[in-house]
Structures are given as structure tokens and as C-alpha cells.
């Protein structure tokens, strides 16, 4: 497992941008898939988006698809979700996560390694 720290999280009008980090430590981590998931009060946490280990294959949820961007940098142990065009929809708690192997999963259950994640609150 890898231990995960996020960050970037904010206060951000709806329209505007933020960009969230993830940052790894752990052996590693270039080989891991890695994963941003979201959960508003009480409701169940939701994928948003993954990123496979070379950051050849990405994938969106439909509700960010468009307007979010995943990319990392093995070098600096970090994964990017940069976020645009924020609606008020977008304002949860945001995780990362990271799971060994190739797949690029949407399932929570497929992950082992979590965040505590970081607030994003959009306002109008």
C-alpha cells in the first residue's frame, strides 16, 4: 500500500477552476493505478475519475467528463485532477485512492489505499 495525501481543495465559484493533488509515499507508486472520488454528506462515495500507471489510459465519470482533467507525474509522486467549469454539484469531500496492477477501475471496493481527503465547496 501507498500512503496518500491530498490537496488544493477550496472555496471556488461555480464556473471557476481548482486543481487537486495527491501526493504518494511509499515504494512504488509509478506502478500504481490511481483514482479521485468524491462524497457529499450523506450520500455514497462516487468515482470521478482514474488514471493507469503511465497515464496512457484515463477514465471520467459522465458527470466530469469534459470538464476534469487527470494526469500525474511519477517523477513527483503526484496525480493531478484538474477542475474546470465547477458547478455546485462538484462541492464534496474529494479522495484519492491507489490500487496495484493495470486496470483503471470505477468501483470503490477495487482500491486498497485512500486519502483523507480535501474540501471542495462551490459556491454561486
Known amino acids: 500500500q501507498v500512503q496518500l495525501v491530498e490537496s488544493g481543495g477550496g472555496l471556488v465559484q461555480a464556473g471557476g477552476s481548482l486543481r487537486l493533488s495527491c501526493v504518494a509515499s511509499?515504494?512504488?507508486?509509478?506502478?500504481?493505478?490511481v483514482g479521485w472520488f468524491r462524497q457529499a454528506p450523506g450520500k455514497a462515495r462516487e468515482f470521478v475519475s482514474a488514471i493507469s500507471w503511465s497515464g496512457g489510459a484515463t477514465h471520467y465519470s459522465d458527470s466530469v467528463k469534459g470538464r476534469f482533467i487527470i494526469s500525474r507525474d511519477n517523477a513527483k509522486n503526484t496525480v493531478y485532477l484538474q477542475m474546470n467549469s465547477l458547478k455546485l454539484e462538484d462541492t464534496p469531500v474529494y479522495y484519492c485512492?491507489?490500487?496495484?496492477?493495470?486496470?483503471?477501475?470505477?468501483?470503490?471496493?477495487?482500491?486498497?489505499?485512500w486519502g483523507q481527503g480535501t474540501q471542495v465547496t462551490v459556491t454561486s
Open positions: 485512492s491507489a490500487r496495484g496492477g493495470t486496470a483503471v477501475p470505477s468501483e470503490r471496493y477495487a482500491y486498497d489505499s
Open positions: 511509499g515504494r512504488a507508486f509509478s506502478t500504481y493505478t
